[in-house]
């Protein structure tokens, strides 16, 4: 997209150049391009709801970007085609954002990118529709050739960006002696090895141009694939882990990859949501609001004993406030977490959890515990609730309630939850998992035979909240009736 208006007005400073201009890419770039970030949004949501994309900072900068295409080709089919190539800036900025500069230099890490990334696209946007203008001009050669020439001045400008922003960020991301023992460091040695190849490539195209030879077109064409691959090693190296600091903080949580088992509880006065995915392992830590919190400090410590009974520590990294993610390769089978949390003022402690990979979602078995419910006309809900658990589970309350008044007040009432898990029966009951991610809410379900709620947890941001529920024998409910 940017390549076209490049060339546009690079056309209208030839001299005598002719009118016939090649077929107009920019809604077809801005329909992929959509597409593409689509498919970018649909991965960081994973199998929950819009409010948890809009929770993360990589699922904002990935819904920035789908509207930001989708108001590109808009733009385009109202003819307003110059307006359309502004978006595209914005998913600049987006990916500049997103990029791994930015965990270095707040500031400069972004303005880094941005620029590599507009030089990036400009060098190899002109040249794909330089030649495609080209073609247009068959026969029309001093043109053709004039064209060219004005591509290779803006190229080596570009070639200069890209180097200079390419190797400031190298010296940012990858010590040297990692840059031949790790995977990042060997992908970004080909990538540049590549980039050396396009600049001879370049450099050979304008020796011909400058003999006025006739074969200047053919290094251009062999520059504009390797510079294909160039962006596919660049694709790669956004997904691969920086070898410069295995200890540094995140500035976010890495996205899910696939379903995901959240689980939930409390250590003290100090609320912890975690979800578990493929992978990987995430924790948040939350406490009462007083004020701003912004400056609140968290401590985390993890050990993990997996399925075999062979126990851990796990290093965790941060990735944000009160955030934590630890890399894991999770063995089929219940593995247990135990976690010690701390917080400034607040009262912390230590908490298990346990995790039964792989992930089983069943949205059917919420819906099935819900129209259950529904049909409830009566029973007593024994409840428990705490802001502290090191000091006990609560007083308990009854409520006699009819499965629709409990319902109305529940977040899955109408059943449908961000991420319903189903888990290991227990005692031959069935249970389930629901998480609300955007609430840092997780509930836990046992389900009699009938679908019917026997226990439930539920640990939010500032209480845990467990409850048990009991149903009249079927001769009571009979005598209450008559």
């Known amino acids: 997209m940017l390549g076209e208006l490049a060339v546009g007005r690079l056309a209208a400073r030839v001299p005598d150049a002719p009118a016939r201009r090649p077929r107009r890419w920019t809604l077809p770039a801005a329909l992929t391009g959509c597409a593409a970030a689509l498919a970018l949004a649909a991965l960081q949501i994973g199998d929950g709801s819009l409010a948890s994309l809009l929770d993360t900072r990589p699922g904002v900068l990935s819904v920035v970007e789908v509207a930001a295409f989708a108001l590109a080709g808009a733009a385009v089919l109202v003819r307003r085609r ?21 965990a270095e230099q707040a500031v400069a890490g972004p303005m880094l990118t941005f620029v590599h990334l507009t030089a990036a696209a400009l060098w190899a946007g002109t040249l794909v529709q330089v030649l495609r203008t080209m073609a247009a001009w068959r026969g029309e050669r001093t043109a053709a050739r004039a064209l060219l020439l004005a591509y290779a001045r803006l190229a080596a400008w570009l070639f200069a960006a890209v180097a200079a922003t390419g190797l400031i960020a190298t010296l940012l991301l990858v010590p040297l002696d990692d840059l031949a023992t790790t995977t990042y460091g060997q992908v970004l040695l080909g990538k540049t090895a590549l980039v050396l190849t396009v600049a001879s490539l370049a450099l050979a195209a304008r020796r011909r141009l400058r003999r006025s030879d006739r074969s200047a077109q053919r290094p251009a064409r062999a520059e504009t694939g390797v510079l294909a691959v160039v962006l596919a090693l660049s694709a790669t190296l956004t997904v691969l882990p920086v070898p410069a600091d295995a200890d540094r903080p995140l500035p976010f949580a890495p996205p899910a990859d ?116 529904k ?108």
């Open 82 to 102: 110059t307006l359309a190539l502004v978006p595209p800036a914005a998913v600049l900025i987006a990916e500049a954002l997103r990029a791994h500069p930015q």
């Open 258 to 373: 696939g379903p995901t088992i959240p689980v939930g509880t409390r250590a003290g006065e100090i609320g912890i949501s975690a979800r578990a995915s493929a992978g990987q392992f995430v924790v948040d830590l939350t406490t009462p609001r007083t004020g701003d919190s912004t400056g609140q400090s968290y401590a985390l410590t993890a050990t993990l004993a997996d399925p075999r009974g062979t126990t851990r520590p796990r290093k965790l990294r941060g990735c944000g406030t009160g955030c934590f993610y630890a890399p894991v390769s999770w063995r089929d089978g219940t593995s247990r977490l135990t976690l010690t949390a701390s917080a400034g003022p607040w009262q912390g402690g230590r908490a298990g959890l346990t995790v039964t990979w792989p992930p089983r979602p069943d949205a059917d078995l919420l819906r099935e515990a819900v129209a259950a419910m």
């Open 375 to 482: 049909a409830t006309p009566r029973f007593t809900l024994h409840e428990l609730v705490t802001s502290n658990t090191v000091r006990d589970l609560g007083n308990q309350k009854e409520l006699p309630l009819t499965g629709a008044d409990f319902l109305a007040s529940e977040p899955y009432g109408s059943g449908t939850a961000s991420v319903t898990t189903r888990l290991p029966d227990e005692t031959g009951h069935r249970r389930l998992a629901l998480a609300y991610p955007a609430e840092h809410t997780q509930l836990e379900l046992t389900l009699d035979d009938d679908g019917r709620i026997l226990h439930e947890t539920i640990a939010a941001p500032y209480h845990l909240v467990t409850r048990t529920f009991v149903y009249p024998e079927p001769d009571e409910d009979t005598s209450h009736d008559h």
